[in-house]
Nanobody, 124 residues
């Protein structure tokens, strides 16, 4: 049974940092591309960042480029989203996801497994 569990969300002031973690179980982790999505109140879930299975290729939505960094530790079956210089518009529920095809995709339909979400709230 595949399971993804996020952690690391919380309340932070604008300009601050948080690091989200996602632990995967029930899969051969290194074969999967990984990604982070978020959903703000009243909006649809959107792509934030993604990484190929090897970590050699990464992708970011424009609004987080230069502030967020996605990384992975295949030995520990865990991946991260380091979020710096947080803004109030980053407030959302954040979800991790994995897909067997390690290439780029910003569509939620292309991702096979999802975590339950972790709330990030940035106060201004």
């Amino acid at each position: 049974q595949v399971q993804l569990v996020e952690s690391g969300g919380g309340l932070v002031q604008a300009g601050g940092s948080l690091r989200l973690s996602c632990v995967a179980s029930g899969v051969t982790f290194e074969y999967y591309g990984m990604g982070w999505f978020r959903r703000a109140p009243g909006l649809e879930r959107e792509f934030v960042a993604g990484s190929s299975w090897s970590g050699s290729n990464t992708w970011y939505t424009d609004s987080v480029l230069g502030r967020f960094t996605i990384s992975r530790d295949n030995a520990k079956n865990i991946f991260y989203l380091q979020m710096n210089s947080l803004k109030s518009e980053d407030t959302a529920e954040y979800y991790c996801a994995i897909r067997l095809d390690g290439g780029y995709s910003s569509s939620t339909r292309d991702w096979s497994f999802w975590g339950q979400g972790t709330q990030v709230t940035v106060s201004s």
